[in-house]
């Protein structure tokens, strides 16, 4: 049975860096995918980033691109976050899929795995 535990969310002011981290105890070969989701309050989950086994290394949703940086070892998955604004405030989740594919990444029902998520809030 596999286990996703987030950490690193934690409460910063706009401009500020987070570092999130997804330990999780089956091997990153395991997984075709693993990403990074997001839900802010009163809205519906977005992917963040992924890194896919094929099809690419990695994958940005737009706001991600520039200011994210996804990247992982053997058990565990790590979002750098830089140049935090209000609108990053969310629970982030990370997230695995044994069988999606890289175009499908933002789709979270390839995810089988999920963490209980951690939270960020960007203050200005």
């Known amino acids: 049975h596999e286990q996703l535990v987030e950490s690193g969310g934690d409460s910063v002011q706009v401009g500020g860096s987070l570092r999130l981290s997804c330990a999780h105890t089956k091997s990153r070969w395991d997984y075709r995918c693993m990403a990074w989701f997001r839900q802010a309050p009163g809205k519906e989950r977005e992917g963040v980033a992924a890194?896919?086994?094929?099809?690419?290394s990695s994958a940005y949703a737009d706001f991600a691109k520039e200011r994210f940086a996804i990247s992982q070892d053997a058990f565990e998955l790590s979002l750098q976050m830089d140049a935090l604004k209000p609108e990053d405030t969310a629970i982030y989740y990370c997230?695995?899929?044994?069988?999606?594919?890289?175009?499908?990444?933002?789709?979270?029902?390839?995810?089988?795995?999920w963490g209980q998520g951690t939270q960020v809030t960007v203050s200005s």
């Open positions: 890194v896919c086994q094929y099809g690419g």
């Open positions: 997230a695995a899929s044994r069988n999606g594919y890289a175009i499908d990444w933002q789709n979270e029902h390839i995810y089988e795995y």
